[in-house]
C-alpha cells in the first residue's frame, strides 16, 4: 500500500525563483551581501547559497564539512550569514541553504569528532557519528593517506609530543603510547594509516562513493540527526534563511526516515532533495519534500530540443569515426553495463566486500535452510550481478524494492553461474533485498548496505564513467540524462510538464548548476548538431585530414594528432559548444574527461605518455588553426544557437515548479566542467546598470520572465494550471508553447534549423485563448485569436505573452 504523501509546504514559504551562489574563501557573505541589490533586481525571490557550515581550509565548494555546530568562518562566520540575510530581507529576499547530510572531511585535523573517535576508539562519544566497521579493521579504522605501503615511508612517521604526523596529516595519539618504538605504536592506535591504494579493497568506513577523503555519517541515529542539524535548524527557527537544498539523500542509510525527521524539525519548510530520477522514475509520493532539486527537468528541457532523427543519424557518424572499443561496449547500455562491472570490482570493491560478508553472516546463521551452505564468492556473485543490472539508484523503504531488483534482473543474473544450484544466490540475495527471510537488525543492515552501495555504483559507474565513454551527444552525458534517447517529444514534454504541476508543483527546476558538466547554453549549441549531422560529419573529416596523425588507436604521443579518435569526437564538440575557446580551459576539461573514462588512463593509474598526447592535440588542433573550421560551423549556425538558448532558458523559467538560475546564467554563460562552472562571477556594483542594460536578448528574457512570475504568483504557484497550446500548420511541431493558469502564453521555437530548411513557418498559426495577449518581451505589440506564429516569432524566436486585464477579468 502506498504511503499517504504528507500535505503540501505552506504556499507563502514557497520561492517564486532562487539564484545559486557559489561561496568560497574569495566570494564570501560579504560579497553575496554586495550583489543582492543587483539579484533583487533580477526578480528572484531568494538566494541559494552553496553549504555555509565550517569546511577544509580554502575549499572552494563547501561540501567537506568538518564541523557542523560552526558557520564557516572563511565565508565570515555566523555573523557574516546574519548580516547577509538582513541585507537580502532589506531587499525582499529570503535564503535557501545546502546542506549536507550524508557525510564529512576525512581530515582529524579539522575534523574534531572525527579527531576524538581515532583518539578514543569505539568507545568514544563520538563514534556512533561515523559508519565504521570496527571488525574488519580488527579493532582499527583504516586511515587510507600514505603514499606508498607502510614500510617504505616509515621514515616519513613521526611523533610530535600526542600526535602522529605524515607531512600535512596529523593523528591523535591513543593515551599512552607516545613512548612506544613506532612499529608498535601504530599497532597500539585506534587507526592505522595505510598505502592510499588499499582504499579500493581494505576500507572499513563508509565513504561518500569512492572518495576516501569524504567519511559517511549516520544521521539516521538521532543524537547525531540533533548534533549535525542543530545549527542550521536554529538558523531557520530563528528566521536567518528560509529554506533547504539536500545534498545526495541516497547515500543515507534510510532516506524516508530522514526526510520525515528532517520535515518536523524544520516545520515544514520548503525542502528540495538532490535526487537523480531515471528516466520514467518518479520521486516517493511519501518524501514530505518539495520535489527534485531540477535534473529531471533538465532532461526533459533539453530533450525538447533535440531532433530524434538528427541524434541517429549523428550516432551513426559516431561509430564510423570512433570505431568503439567492442569491450567497453557497442551501445549506451552496454557502456554503462561494463562501466559498472568496472566500478564495482575496483572503485568499490571493498563496499562490495562488506556487503558480501554481512549477507555471508545471514545466510551461516539463517534458521531457514533455504539460505544455509552459500559460499561468499558466489554470493559476492548475485550480488555483483544484481548491482550492475538496477537501473535506477536505490531502492526505498516506501516503495516496492520489487520494482527495482526486478525478477527479469535476476533471470539475467542467475546465467552468471554454470551449476544451478550455485545460481540459487540469486534468489537468496534477491530475497534479503526484499525483506523475505527476516527483518532482524543485520536484515535491515544489509538491505541498507545494498542501497548504499547501489546509489553510489549508479553515480560512478553513468555519470562519473559512462558519460565520458559513449559521446556521439556531448550535451546528452548530463546529470540526470539518458543518452541512450536524448529527445523528447512535446507530447512527452507537455505530459511531464502536467505532472509536475499535479504532484510537485514547489518542485525545483534546473538547467545550469554547479555540477553539471556543461552549462545550458552549452548544451543548446550541441544540440543544433542533430539537426545538422551531414555537415558535421563533413567538418570533422577536414579537420580530421589536418590533425590526425595517427592510426585511430591509443597513442603513446608522437605527433599533433589525436591519442585516439573517441577524444578526437569529444574535443570536436567540445569546441564546438563552448565557441572561442580559451586552450587552457579546454585542455583541462578534456584530461578530466579521459580520466574520468579511464580507458587510457585515470586518476589513480596516470598514464603520461597518453595525457601528453592529449595536450599537444589541444594546443595543435581543437584551439589551433584547424579549430577554426569548428569555430566556422558554429558561427554560420549561430541563429539556430541563439534559438535553442533563448528557447531553454524561457522554458526553463515558465515551466511547472520554482526555476533555479546557477550564477551569471541569467547572461549567456559557456562553462565546462567544474571546477570550470565554479569561476567567480563579476557582479555589477549597487546602482550600476551594466547587466540590465545591454547584457543581451538572453538576459532580457531573464528578466521580463522573473518579473512576470513575481507579478502572476497566481500563474505559477501551487493551485496554478498548466495547459498544453497545439500550434496549427505545416511547421507546428517548430513551435512548442503552453498555457499557465489561462493568464501567461510561454511560445519557443525548436528545431529551427529544421524549420527553416522546410520553408519556415508558411501560414502556422497559435490559437490563443480568449483575450487580448500583450507582448512583455516587446512592448507595444498585442495579439488575439490565432496568431501567426511568424509574426509573434519576428523580432524573438521566442515569445512571452502576458493577458491584458479587463473589467470582465479583474
Known amino acids: 500500500m502506498t504511503p499517504e504523501r504528507p500535505g503540501p509546504v505552506s504556499p507563502s514559504a514557497v520561492p517564486s525563483a532562487t539564484y545559486r551562489l557559489q561561496l568560497q574563501p574569495s566570494f564570501p557573505f560579504k560579497a553575496a551581501a554586495a550583489a543582492v541589490p543587483y539579484l533583487a533586481s533580477l526578480g528572484v525571490s531568494h538566494l541559494h547559497l552553496s553549504p555555509v557550515l565550517e569546511a577544509v581550509p580554502g575549499s572552494q565548494h563547501g561540501y567537506d564539512v568538518v564541523d557542523h555546530a560552526r558557520v564557516r568562518a572563511e565565508l565570515g562566520g555566523e555573523e557574516g550569514l546574519r548580516a547577509l540575510s538582513r541585507t537580502a530581507r532589506e531587499h525582499g529576499l529570503g535564503l535557501v541553504v545546502d546542506i549536507v547530510p550524508n557525510h564529512m572531511a576525512m581530515s ?4 574534531h569528532a572525527l579527531w576524538e573517535v581515532l583518539r578514543e576508539g569505539p568507545g568514544s562519544p563520538y563514534a556512533r557519528w561515523f559508519d565504521v566497521a570496527w571488525e574488519a579493521g580488527g579493532g582499527q579504522l583504516l586511515v587510507p593517506v600514505l603514499g606508498a605501503p607502510v614500510g617504505e615511508v616509515l621514515g616519513d612517521l613521526r611523533v610530535d609530543g600526542d600526535v602522529l604526523r605524515y607531512h600535512e596529516h596529523a593523528f591523535p595519539l591513543r593515551e599512552g603510547t607516545a613512548d612506544l618504538p613506532l612499529p608498535r605504536l601504530l599497532d597500539a592506535q585506534w587507526y592505522r594509516p595505510v598505502w592510499w591504494r588499499l582504499a579500493r579493497t581494505e576500507l572499513n568506513y563508509r565513504r561518500f562513493f569512492s572518495i576516501s577523503e569524504l567519511i559517511g555519517v549516520r544521521v539516521e541515529d538521532p543524537e547525531v540527526f540533533e548534533a549535525t542539524h542543530g545549527t542550521v535548524l536554529r538558523l531557520l527557527h530563528e528566521g536567518v534563511i528560509d529554506g533547504l537544498r539536500v545534498d545526495h539523500p541516497d547515500g543515507l542509510a534510510d ?9 518536523r524539525a524544520s516545520g515544514g519548510r520548503w525542502t528540495v532533495v538532490e535526487k537523480i530520477l531515471a528516466d520514467g522514475e518518479q520521486l516517493p509520493a511519501a518524501w514530505p519534500v518539495a520535489g527534485t532539486t531540477g535534473y529531471d527537468a533538465l532532461r526533459h528541457v533539453d530533450g525538447l530540443f533535440t531532433d530524434p532523427a538528427g541524434y541517429g543519424q549523428l550516432l ?11 569491450d567497453l561496449g557497442g551501445d549506451w547500455a552496454a557502456t554503462v553495463r561494463r562501466a559498472a562491472y568496472e566500478v564495482l570490482t575496483h572503485e568499490l570493491a571493498t563496499e562490495l566486500d562488506r556487503l558480501t560478508r554481512v549477507a555471508h553472516r545471514l545466510c551461516a546463521t539463517a534458521p531457514d535452510p533455504a539460505l544455509r551452505d552459500r559460499a561468499p564468492w558466489a554470493l559476492r556473485t548475485a550480488l555483483r550481478e544484481l548491482l550492475v543490472r538496477l537501473e535506477v539508484y536505490r531502492p526505498y523503504t516506501s516503495v516496492d524494492a520489487a520494482t527495482v531488483v526486478t525478477e527479469e534482473a535476476a533471470a539475467e543474473a542467475r546465467l552468471a553461474f554454470t551449476v544451478p544450484e550455485e545460481a540459487g544466490a540469486v534468489d537468496v540475495v534477491r530475497g534479503l533485498v526484499l525483506g523475505r527471510y527476516g527483518d532482524g537488525p543485520e536484515h535491515v543492515e544489509f538491505r541498507t548496505r545494498f542501497a548504499q552501495t547501489a546509489s553510489a555504483l549508479r553515480a560512478k559507474s553513468v555519470e562519473d564513467t559512462a558519460f565520458y565513454r559513449w559521446v556521439p551527444l556531448l550535451s546528452a552525458t548530463e546529470v540526470g540524462g539518458d543518452p541512450g534517447r536524448p529527445a523528447v517529444s512535446p507530447q512527452e514534454f507537455h505530459a511531464y510538464c502536467a505532472r509536475v504541476q499535479r504532484d510537485w508543483p514547489a518542485t525545483g527546476t534546473v538547467v545550469s548548476t554547479h555540477d553539471t558538466k556543461r552549462s545550458a547554453d552549452v548544451r543548446a549549441a550541441l544540440a543544433v548538431l542533430t539537426q545538422c549531422p551531414e555537415r558535421w560529419s563533413d567538418v570533422l573529416t577536414e579537420v580530421t585530414e589536418v590533425t590526425d596523425s595517427t592510426d585511430g588507436t591509443a597513442a603513446t604521443g608522437t605527433g599533433e594528432g589525436p591519442p585516439d579518435r573517441q577524444l578526437a569526437w569529444a574535443a570536436w564538440q567540445t569546441v564546438f559548444g563552448l565557441g572561442p575557446a580559451d586552450g ?17 588512463t585515470s586518476w ?33 549556425l549561430a541563429p539556430h544557437v541563439r534559438a535553442n538558448v533563448l528557447g531553454i532558458g524561457l522554458v526553463h523559467l515558465t515551466m511547472p515548479g520554482v526555476p533555479d538560475l546557477y550564477q551569471g546564467t541569467e547572461r549567456e554563460y559557456r562553462a565546462l566542467v567544474d571546477p ?3 569561476r567567480a562571477v563579476d557582479f555589477p556594483a549597487a546602482g550600476d546598470e551594466g547587466w540590465a542594460g545591454g547584457a543581451g536578448e538572453k538576459a532580457a528574457v531573464t528578466r521580463a520572465a522573473l518579473a512576470l512570475r513575481a507579478r502572476r504568483p497566481d500563474a505559477f504557484g501551487g493551485a496554478a494550471t498548466y495547459e498544453p497550446l497545439p500550434a496549427e500548420g505545416p511547421a507546428a511541431a517548430h513551435c512548442a508553447a503552453f498555457v499557465r493558469s489561462g493568464r501567461v502564453v510561454t511560445a519557443v521555437t525548436r528545431l529551427s534549423l529544421r524549420l527553416a530548411e522546410a520553408g519556415g513557418w508558411r501560414g502556422t498559426t497559435l490559437p490563443l485563448p480568449p483575450g487580448r495577449w500583450a507582448d512583455t518581451l516587446t512592448p507595444g505589440r498585442e495579439f488575439t485569436g490565432h496568431a501567426r506564429v511568424e509574426d509573434l516569432l519576428a523580432n524573438t524566436p521566442v515569445a512571452l505573452l502576458e493577458r491584458m486585464e479587463t473589467a470582465e477579468t479583474t
Open 108 to 111: 582529524p585535523r579539522h575534523n
Open 604 to 636: 589513480t593509474e596516470q598514464e603520461p605518455s597518453y595525457e601528453e598526447a592529449v595536450a599537444r592535440f589541444v594546443a595543435a588542433g581543437p584551439c589551433g588553426a584547424p579549430g577554426g573550421r569548428v569555430a566556422a560551423l558554429r558561427e554560420a
Open 255 to 263: 532516506p524516508d526516515a530522514y526526510l520525515e525527521r528532517l520535515h
Open 584 to 600: 587552457e580551459r579546454v585542455r583541462e576539461a578534456l584530461l578530466k574527461h579521459v580520466r574520468e573514462a579511464g580507458t587510457y
Open 676 to 678: 570550470d562552472n565554479r
Open 316 to 326: 551513426d557518424g559516431y561509430r564510423r569515426f570512433t570505431a568503439p572499443r567492442a
